[in-house]
């Protein structure tokens, strides 16, 4: 069984910067494609960021141009740099593979406030 690992998330003012960790027990973790989801309280989780195998990147609208995701294949961890933080961002991000998903890890709690 797969576990996957979230980290880094926390307390930030608008504006400001966080960087998130997944990590994931697995050996040949470079074929898969991972994404990072979100889901705020009431909400249906979402796709935010997603980077393929061959670590070709894409973004939701709303964090487009803020939100970097990359991997590092030989460490077994993607990553999510998260840039002018807005309010919106408020959330438990998430770490999966492609479908079908591995079992969903606790996540790690991000809270954008003044």
């Known amino acids: 069984q797969v576990q996957l690992v979230e980290s880094g998330g926390g307390l930030v003012r608008p504006g400001g910067s966080l960087r998130l960790s997944c990590g994931a027990s697995i050996n040949f973790f470079s074929s898969y494609g991972i994404g990072w989801y979100r889901q705020a309280p009431g909400k249906q989780r979402e796709l935010v960021a997603h980077?393929?195998?061959?670590?070709?990147?894409n973004y939701a609208d709303s964090v487009k141009g803020r939100f970097t995701i990359s991997r590092d294949n030989a460490k077994s961890t993607v990553y999510l740099q998260m840039n002018s933080l807005k309010p919106e961002d408020t959330a438990v991000y998430y770490c999966n593979r492609d479908i079908p998903f591995w079992s969903w890890g606790q996540g790690t709690q991000v809270t954008v406030s003044s």
């Open positions: 980077i393929t195998r061959g670590v070709i990147t």
